[in-house]
């Protein structure tokens, strides 16, 4: 039987999804060894898991009333 191979598209979904899940199935592992083997999907994982960090160790900066509108129809138009 061929063994299916992982995907980067589908390592970064599930990094996306399970962030904070320990979850151990046999796809789990694939993807663990995907990444272990995989440099960008190493990298995307640790750039991920430094974002995660610094989000919850920094206060959420105050933005001025029209700079927020602003940007709320930028992400919007997006």
């Known amino acids: 039987m061929k063994k299916k191979l992982i995907k980067c598209s589908q390592v970064a979904k599930h990094i996306c999804d399970n962030l904070d899940s320990q979850l151990d199935t046999a796809r789990c592992r694939?993807?663990?060894k995907h990444?272990?083997?995989?440099?960008?999907?190493?990298a995307y994982l640790d750039s991920v898991k430094k974002t995660v960090h610094l989000y919850?160790?920094?206060?959420?900066?105050?933005?001025?009333?029209?700079?927020?509108?602003?940007?709320?129809?930028?992400?919007k138009m997006k």
């Open 56 to 75: 919850r160790i920094e206060q959420t900066p105050k933005l001025p009333e029209r700079s927020k509108r602003k940007l709320l129809a930028v992400l």
């Open 35 to 42: 990444i272990r083997e995989c440099p960008n999907c190493y």
């Open 30 to 32: 694939a993807i663990k």
